[in-house]
């Protein structure tokens, strides 16, 4: 079993940074895909960048040279490092964590970006 636990969101001007984190708890996380998404109110949760447990790395259009997705294998914890916040990206972000067949989700943090 693993839990996730993400923090690190906010409030914050447009043009602003914030880094969200995903700690991870339970074994296999080296091992694992891990992932983050976002999901605005009334709207279907939206992939945000992806990073494989080699460190290969994959972005959404929407996010491509603002965002960098990162891991801490020693620290069991994921990273999402987002610059030049715009106000369409405030949204609940969600870890997830692939190991094997078995998908796990965090709890989510908001962000809120204004403009």
């Known amino acids: 079993q693993v839990r996730l636990v993400e923090s690190g969101g906010g409030l914050v001007q447009a043009g602003g940074s914030l880094r969200l984190s995903c700690a991870a708890s339970g074994s296999g996380f080296s091992r694992s895909n891990m992932a983050w998404f976002r999901q605005c109110p009334g709207k279907q949760r939206e992939y945000v960048a992806h990073?494989?447990?080699?460190?290969?790395?994959n972005y959404g259009d929407s996010v491509k040279g603002r965002f960098t997705i990162s891991r801490d294998n020693a620290k069991n914890t994921l990273y999402l490092q987002m610059n030049t916040l715009k106000p369409e990206d405030t949204a609940v972000y969600y870890c997830r964590a692939v190991i094997g067949s078995d998908i796990y989700w965090g709890q989510g943090t908001q962000v809120t970006v204004s403009s």
């Open positions: 990073i494989f447990s080699n460190s290969n790395t």
